[in-house]
Structure formats: structure tokens, C-alpha cells
């Protein structure tokens, strides 16, 4: 991470960076400060069973099974904008690095490709976390990678803030 991105982050700025894969498929990478040890970062994004409760977006969040740092999680989701919301499902499989990692990938569900990683970092510039969201991305559904990129630059900043908040209130 670079010496502007770290000031950016400092003074509350969310980066979200998005590419344009082969095969019509959404790369996005974005990174936020968190006020918070990454221990307390990491209790928020592993709170699997109460996601819903605090991210927008996020209708259900459940745990079917776990087997040590690695969860099968299931998941119901709205995307799109305005008249072009749709309902998403998908279960995912996530393999936990305490205290650094969560790494996920969709096994079924409403996408074509559907992976990606939590990562939770410190840096010797800022106190608290830096959290960043990397994710690959192609629904089933009909939506140009234009429209899917759009949803992603709308819907992060929400989710990002919603962890950030949570964590910063444990």
C-alpha cells in the first residue's frame, strides 16, 4: 500500500478499484480503516449467523457446517438498483487464516464466478485495521459486466461501513 492510499484512508476515503476481467467477469478490489484491533475486525466478518443483521443487502446469513477454519455458509442477497433488484442466493465455502484471512467461494448459487478474500492488515503509519474486500465476479443472470461493476461501486461503500462501524463498537 502506498503513501497516498494510506492518507486517503486515514481521512475516511473508502478505495474501490474495478477491472474488467476476461470472459465478462468483475474484478474488484477495495480497502477502509478501521478503528479497531484486527481481533475485533475479525469477530465482525465471522459473525456468519448475524451478518443480516447490520449489512445492507444482506437478507440471510447461516451456518450449515463447520469443520475447523472451514465453514459452508449459505447466503440470500438483494443486487441491482432501482426496478432492477434482484434476489441472490448462494452458498459459499470460506476458509479462515486467523487472524490475517477469509478467503470465500461460491460452491452453488446465482453466479458463474463468485470469489474472493477479507483481508485484515495493520500498518506501522495508522493505528486500527485496514480491511480490504478482493473479489472475482459473474452472475448467471443476464447483467453486463458495466451494470455489475456500478452495483459494486454503489453497494461497498455500505458494507464497508457497516463492518467498520460494528467493529468499532464492540
Known sequence: MNEK?????????????????????VSVNSKIHIDAPPAQVWKTLTDYDNLSSYLPKVLSSKVVERHGNEIILDQIGKTGIFIFEKIVHFRLKITEEYPSKISFGQIEGDFAVYLGEWVLDSSQTIEGTILSYNAEMKPLFFAPPILVSFVQRQDLPGILKAHKQRAETL
Open 5 to 25: 492510499e494510506l492518507k486517503e484512508l486515514q481521512k475516511g476515503d473508502i478505495l474501490i478499484c474495478l477491472a474488467y476481467l476476461p470472459d465478462d467477469v
